[in-house]
Structures are given as C-alpha cells and as structure tokens.
C-alpha cells in the first residue's frame, strides 16, 4: 500500500481556488455629513462578499465591517464611494495607551476617549538608573540628596 499511496500523491491536483480568508473586523474613519453619505458606504460595504455586519458610528466617523473580507478591499470600496479621504481606524482607547499625553500622540480630531495608535516609548534606561542610585537600599550613607 505504501507505493499507491506515494503515487497517489502525484495525482491529486491542488485546488486554489478554496482559500478562505479568515474573519476579521476592519474600521475605517470616514467623515459622513448626511444620511445620503451614511447610506452610500453603508450600501457599498455591505454587498461586498463575506461581509457578515456592518456598523456606522457618523458621531465618531467610524465604520465597523465584520466578516471573511479583505481590509485593503473593504477601504478600497470605501473610497470608491466618492470618500477619498478615507484611511484604517487611527485611534485606539485611551485606557490602552502608557503614555497618553506624549507629544504626537493627542489629536483634536479623535472622538472622546481615544488617541492616536503612535508608538511612545518610555525614558531612556540610563536615566532611570541614575535617578534609582540616588536612593539605595543597599547601602543607606549613600543617599546624595542629603
């Protein structure tokens, strides 16, 4: 059996065309004025394939595509809708951010709550360092402060 077996393997004939994409959540920020803007993307998202749920938040200008899709092809339908300022969801929640205030990081244009998704990075090590070796445990006649 180990010989059909090896040479049923040079048979099979691999199929391409079943590659399924995996469920994701793609948010987009589109600014939307009207019920005519809102109607138009909601329209054009939601008769893409693999597309399970759509949610329009026009407050926050945001839109939520739920399913087996593509993200640069559901912003791309985005746009084709006459958005061209269309881009993927910048912010993020601000409870997530370590270092919300940091400059680049605050934007007047995000809804209440979030900042921008900008990677911040704390002080550098050295600093710390030295501001820790001021006060030692270890050795308590080595406090410089006093």
Not at 74 to 88: C, N
Not at 110 to 137: H, I, R, W
Request: aromatic content about 8%.
């Amino acid at each position: 059996m180990g010989a059909l077996d090896y040479l049923s393997n040079f048979c099979i004939i691999p199929n391409t065309k079943t590659k399924h994409k995996a469920m994701q959540t793609v948010e987009i920020k589109v600014k939307m004025d009207c019920d005519g803007c809102e109607r138009r993307v909601r329209n054009a998202v939601a008769t893409m394939k693999g597309v399970k749920s759509v949610d329009i938040n026009r407050k926050q200008s945001r839109v939520t595509v739920n399913g087996y899709v593509d993200a640069n092809k559901v912003l791309k339908r985005v746009r084709r809708t006459g958005k061209k300022r269309a881009e993927f969801w910048p912010y993020v929640p601000q409870h997530v951010v370590s270092y919300p205030h940091a400059s680049g990081v605050y934007d007047k244009r995000a809804p209440a709550g979030y900042v921008k998704n900008v990677q911040t990075f704390p002080a550098s090590v050295e600093t710390e360092e030295k501001f820790m070796s001021l006060f030692s445990e270890d050795n308590v006649n080595a406090c410089s402060i006093m």
